[in-house]
């Protein structure tokens, strides 16, 4: 999986655009910055985004050229990112360290969802808030119809509300919704999909 991100962004362009996600960038000015955990944060669009509105990034992903890309996004953007690159399992922050955290399509295979939703989840405040996009389990159909909508091909990598509020379970929900949307996020996120969105409190 690793090769396969770094071939990706290996790329001369951004791949999925240098603007943040819309989700994303909806629900995060609603907070007071403070600091904030990006996983799967990729070329670095999202972070990046949230250094602009004052927070404290702390951007994570497994691609050394996700973090060559971003940081040149951050230079760009004059704002300073804290990139780490390795592998989630070997992720260590203390408990309770951050004030929010912003999922966005960060997809795990199937049988690592659970672990590591629990592994992230222990990393945010009491009060902390997630903010989530991902494709749905309806989403397959759309990218059979258009491959250039992008997303997993398994269903077990895709997500439905059932399963949100299974691993956070311990939120109060800010919002929860299964919508079909149009997305426009560089070369590899084209077309109608199908996501998950969400946005919590932890307790």
Do not use: C
Request: net charge negative; hydrophobic share 35%.
């Amino acid at each position: 999986m690793k090769q396969k991100w770094d071939e990706r962004y290996q790329n001369d362009f951004f791949v999925y655009g240098k603007e943040p996600n819309e989700f994303f960038r909806e629900w995060l000015p609603k907070f007071t910055p403070g600091t904030i955990l990006m996983p799967a944060d990729g070329e670095g669009r999202n972070g990046v985004f949230a250094a602009q509105q004052g927070w404290q990034v702390t951007s994570f992903d497994q691609s050394e050229a996700g973090k060559v890309k971003a940081m040149q996004l951050a230079a760009e953007r004059q704002v300073s990112l804290d990139y780490i690159v390795g592998d989630l399992e070997d992720l260590q922050f203390e408990a309770a360290s951050f004030d929010a955290m912003g999922l966005i399509y960060a997809h795990f295979a199937g049988d690592k969802k659970a672990p590591f939703h629990q592994q992230l989840d222990s990393y945010l405040k009491p009060g902390g808030i997630i903010i989530f996009e991902a494709f749905s389990k309806q989403h397959r159909g759309f990218k059979a119809a258009n491959p250039r909508v992008g997303g997993p091909d398994g269903t077990d990598d895709l997500y439905s509300k059932e399963e949100i509020t299974t691993y956070f379970g311990n939120y109060d929900i800010l919002m929860l919704e299964e919508e079909e949307i149009l997305l426009n996020e560089g070369q590899f996120h084209v077309g109608k999909g199908a996501v998950v969105r969400f946005a919590g409190r932890k307790k």
